[in-house]
Structures are given as C-alpha cells and as structure tokens.
C-alpha cells in the first residue's frame, strides 16, 4: 500500500518537474524567438536611418486616377450560401463578376488560395446594391479610405519627403483626403468611382474554407478611371514640373473593361507619347498590379514597358508577368508564399526578357529604357534587384525600408513591436532552384539582416549585365488591420530611398 502511495507521489512529483520544465522551455524558445525578431528590428532600423536626405527634395510625379474605398470585413458581408459557391475547382477562371453567384465563386477561389484580387463588375445595379447593403446593414463596421494606386503612392512619397505631383480627377470630398502640399493635375469631378474592398485575416472562416493569410479581394465598377481621363491634364503639369521620377499606376482598371473598338488601344498609345517623352534624367516605374485579361498585357508590354526603369509589383504578379513573357498566358493565383529561389528566377527571366527585348530593338524604336530595377514585395521578404552602376543606389536601404513598410501598413502603427511581429522566412534560403551549380546558400544574419550580393545576368551572346540584389526579411504582423495598398505604401516607401 505505501509502496503505491510512494510511487504515486513520485509520479506526480515527476509530472509537475515535466510540465515545469515543457513552461521553462517554452518561455525559452519565445524569449530566443523575441530576441531574433528585436535584433532583425534592430538591424532594419539601423539601415534605414542610415539614409542621408538629399538637400533638395526629390520630384515626384504619380500617375493615374483615384477612387474612395469602401473597407469591409469580407466573411460578415458575403454570406455563403453552398448551392452557389460549389464547383469551384483548382482551374476556376472568371474574368468580369456579373451576378451573385460569380461574386461568391470568385471569392471562394481567392479567399481559399490567400490571394490578393481585383476584379470588375460591369453589373452597375448590382455593385450599387452591394454598396447599399454596406453602408445600411454595415454602417459600424465599414470605413472610407483614399483609394487608387496613385493616390496612396503619392501620400507615401509625400510622407519621406518628396515634392509630389498627382494625376487625378477627383470630387471635392475626396481631395480633402489628400495632404494639402501634394500638387493635383486633373479636374474636379461630381462623384468619385467606389472601390469595395473586402479585406479577410489569415484563419478567417467562410463556410467550408479557411483564409491561409490576410488578404483582400477588390470590386470596382469604373467610370472614370478605365478612360485614363487624367493623362491629359497630367501632360502639361508634368512638364513644367520636371519630376525626377514619373510613377505609372492605375491601369489596371482598364482590364476587363468594354471599350468601344481601339478605344483602349489608343489611351495606351496615349501613356506611351507620355512616357516615351520625357527626359532621360526623369526615372519611371510601372506598378503592376492584379491583370486577369493577357491582351491587356500583351499591350503593355508593348505600350509601357519598354519605356520604364523599374517594375514594382507582388509574388502574383511576378508569376503572371512572367507567364506572360514567357509563354504567352496568366495564371490566377499562384503560391502566396513563394521561396526566395523561386522568386529570384523569375525576377531574373522577366530582367533578362525585357533586356533582350531592349538590345534587339534599341536602335529601331527611339525613347526606349533599359529596365535597371525590379520589386517584389511579398509577405515574408521583399527583393529588389538593380543594374549595377546604373541610377539606383542604395538598393539595400530601399529593402530595408521595404520591409519595415510592410509591417508598419499592415499592423497600422509607425512604431513595430517585435512581440506583434512573425518571421515566415526561414533561417537560410538558397539564391536559386534553376541552376545546382550556381546556387549558393544566403545564411540570414539577424545582425545584418538585409544580405545584397552580385550576379551577372547574361543577356545574349555579346552582351552581359552585372547586377546586385537584396533580400529584406518582413517582420510580418501578426493581427493584420489593413492589407488593401499594402503594395502601394511599400513601393513607393522603397523608392523614396533611391531618388
Ligand atoms: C446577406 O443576408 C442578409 C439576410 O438575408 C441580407 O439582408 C443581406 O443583403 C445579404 N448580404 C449580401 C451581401 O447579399
Ligand atoms: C522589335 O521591333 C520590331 C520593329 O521595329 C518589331 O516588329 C518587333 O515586334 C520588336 N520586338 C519586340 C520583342 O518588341
Ligand atoms: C502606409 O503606412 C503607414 C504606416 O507607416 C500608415 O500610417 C498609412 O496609413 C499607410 N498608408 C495608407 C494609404 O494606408
Ligand atoms: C558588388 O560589386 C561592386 C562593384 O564591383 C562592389 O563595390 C560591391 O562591394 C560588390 N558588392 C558585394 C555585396 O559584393
């Protein structure tokens, strides 16, 4: 009898040591795990303040359009309703949302996948029925926000410094959301165009589907913004301005929407006049964004691209850019979590593509720029790759400043606290999954954690360019408050670094 008695207390004794010893540990590996994150914080912050500002505040200039956007917690206003979502596979594609039943099939495939998405809705009674429903059944919850690329690009340049000069027709109400030293190019209009923004965190439920991370999915129905009716106004202005850099965005609400014949084709050739234009010491860069239709591409790259220095844009619109380039096709969401390698071989194609694009036609068409930058910003690290010598420097403190952007946009606060913060990148990452032999394995020093190297990239038989890129690893955030212009802050955060 004393003998199970002793050995039930041994047991327990034994148990309290174990869990003792599971909390010890625990707070061990949280302690270890808070201090990588205050010293990568620490690191970041140091390149970023390492930054000297320019006497002489840059110019810029940021192209097209703005909207208001209406922000809503995406599960509590769709409602999911099985017989119309079902059917949904891995191959799902709709380019334009015209009832009930494209809206929740859309959005079960973005929803389900992480992936950011934009899509137009030609449906007007419809999309004005769902602003309705917003505004009266969700009138705590929504919020109005500035909307459009240009106009949020154009508050964080503003916000490092710069002297800025925007594109865009917008209402009186909408203008008052805009900082009052940014300059506007562009006449007053009656009403603004409405973007509905159904924002989700990562774990969200939606019937049978869990949201893998904090995305959005965007609906618009544009009146102003397909037509591009800003370029005109922004002509002149840009030319007595003289920006040092010209910033394309916006074009994206042209895709899926129906023009009149060549109507579409003839506001491009309108962008390419002004991008082809301007002055050599004037630098531009094109934000990409979320394009469904491959002939809107497939334009682009004819109209725009070969006309910029730099190219911002997300993991998606990588792939698709790439797609795009290589083969001719898109794809729809692609993985929202690409590896550093991956990501890098396709920053690599779509520099090599567009620089062989520009030394075989270099002397046939005039006005055409070596693209010398690229951004990928994703969630768990930002890359940026540059021509070396070429006008962007201080490419690692853009990383950087990329990097503490994203988390910033995301959490809603200037001031990152590591204990609110993830890291999704892992310790070490290889620089690429194409080639054994060149691959070489980047261990991530929390000390310095933004590591740049140099490469060359072979162009074609007589030409090769050397480059440098950098990786900055995002201190992701772990309750997401705002990812709708997440890229936009981050971009143009980053850029602001390199004028
Ligand atoms: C969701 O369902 C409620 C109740 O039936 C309805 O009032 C609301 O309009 C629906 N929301 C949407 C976006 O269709
Ligand atoms: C190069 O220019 C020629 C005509 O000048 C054009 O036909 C061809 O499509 C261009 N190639 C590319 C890849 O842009
Ligand atoms: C960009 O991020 C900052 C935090 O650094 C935030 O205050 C701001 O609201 C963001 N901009 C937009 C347009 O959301
Ligand atoms: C890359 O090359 C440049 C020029 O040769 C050199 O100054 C720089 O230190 C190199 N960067 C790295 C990370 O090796």
């Known amino acids: 009898?004393?003998?199970?008695?002793?050995?039930?207390?041994?047991?327990?004794?034994?148990?309290?040591?174990?869990?003792?010893?599971?909390?010890?540990?625990?707070?061990?590996?949280?302690?270890?795990?808070?201090?990588?994150?205050?010293?990568i914080l620490t690191g970041l912050?140091?390149?970023?303040?390492?930054?000297?500002?320019?006497?002489?505040?840059?110019?810029?200039?940021?192209?097209?359009?703005?909207?208001?956007?209406?922000?809503?917690h995406a599960t509590d206003f769709l409602n999911y309703t099985e017989e119309l979502v079902k059917g949904v596979g891995p191959e799902f594609t709709v380019d334009e949302v015209n009832d009930r039943q494209e809206l929740l099939q859309t959005f079960a495939y973005y929803f389900k996948n992480g992936a950011a998405a934009e899509r137009i809705m030609p449906n007007t009674e419809l999309f004005k029925e769902l602003i309705q429903i917003a505004k009266s059944r969700h009138?705590?919850?929504?919020?109005?926000?500035?909307?459009?690329?240009?106009?949020?690009?154009?508050?964080?340049f503003h916000l490092e410094g710069a002297n800025v000069l925007l594109g865009a027709r917008m209402s009186k109400k909408l203008r008052r959301l805009v900082p009052a030293e940014i300059k506007i190019a562009g006449d007053e209009i009656p009403e603004d165009d409405i973007h509905l923004i159904l924002e989700y965190k990562s774990g969200d439920t939606w019937g049978p589907f869990v949201a893998p991370r904090a995305n959005r999915y965007i609906l618009h129905s544009d009146r102003n913004n397909p037509h591009l009716n800003s370029?005109?106004?922004?002509?002149?202005?840009?030319?007595?301005f003289q920006p040092r850099l010209l910033v394309i965005s916006g074009l994206q609400m042209m895709d899926s929407y129906k023009f009149a014949h060549g109507v579409r084709e003839a506001r491009l050739l309108k962008v390419q006049e002004q991008i082809s234009l301007q002055s050599p010491t004037t630098l531009q860069h094109f934000e990409?964004?979320?394009?469904?239709?491959?002939?809107?591409?497939?334009?682009?790259?004819?109209?725009?691209?070969?006309?910029?220095?730099?190219?911002?844009?997300?993991?998606?619109?990588?792939?698709?850019?790439?797609?795009?380039?290589?083969?001719?096709?898109t794809t729809l969401a692609t993985?929202?979590?690409?590896?550093?390698?991956?990501?890098?071989?396709?920053?690599?194609?779509?520099?090599?593509?567009l620089a062989q694009d520009y030394y075989r036609n270099s002397t046939g068409l005039p006005h055409r720029r070596l693209l010398t930058r690229i951004h990928v910003h994703t969630l768990a690290y930002q890359a940026l790759l540059t021509v070396r010598d070429s006008q962007w420097e201080r490419t690692q403190i853009?990383?950087?400043?990329?990097?503490?952007?994203?988390?910033?946009?995301?959490c809603q606060t200037d001031m990152i606290n590591p204990e609110s913060a993830l890291l999704i990148l892992d310790d070490s990452f290889a620089t690429t999954a194409q080639n054994k032999d060149t691959a070489s394995?980047?261990?991530?020093?929390?000390?310095?954690?933004?590591?740049?190297?140099?490469?060359?990239?072979?162009?074609?038989?007589?030409?090769?360019?050397?480059?440098?890129?950098?990786?900055?690893?995002v201190l992701v955030c772990r309750v997401a408050k705002k990812t709708a212009g997440a890229g936009d802050n981050i971009s143009a955060a980053a850029l602001s670094q390199q004028l």
């Open 139 to 156: 009138l705590n919850s929504i919020q109005w926000f500035l909307g459009g690329n240009a106009p949020l690009m154009s508050t964080r």
């Open 441 to 473: 394995r980047i261990q991530l020093n929390p000390q310095q954690p933004v590591p740049c190297w140099n490469e060359t990239i072979v162009v074609n038989d007589q030409k090769s360019l050397p480059i440098e890129i950098c990786v900055a690893p």
């Open 231 to 240: 370029v005109e106004h922004f002509d002149a202005a840009v030319r007595n």
């Open 45 to 72: 912050l140091a390149i970023e303040s390492s930054l000297k500002r320019p006497l002489q505040p840059p110019k810029v200039a940021v192209g097209y359009g703005a909207c208001t956007d209406l922000l809503i």
């Open 1 to 39: 009898m004393t003998s199970v008695i002793k050995y039930m207390s041994l047991m327990t004794t034994c148990s309290v040591f174990a869990a003792l010893i599971s909390i010890i540990w625990q707070a061990f590996i949280s302690l270890k795990h808070l201090n990588k994150m205050t010293s």
């Open 288 to 329: 990409m964004a979320s394009y469904v239709e491959i002939e809107l591409l497939q334009l682009l790259r004819q109209y725009v691209l070969p006309y910029v220095d730099s190219l911002g844009m997300n993991e998606q619109e990588l792939e698709n850019l790439r797609q795009v380039l290589t083969k001719g096709r």
């Open 398 to 410: 853009a990383a950087a400043k990329a990097a503490l952007t994203a988390h910033r946009h995301v």
């Open 335 to 353: 993985d929202w979590n690409p590896r550093v390698a991956t990501a890098l071989d396709q920053m690599r194609d779509v520099f090599q593509i």
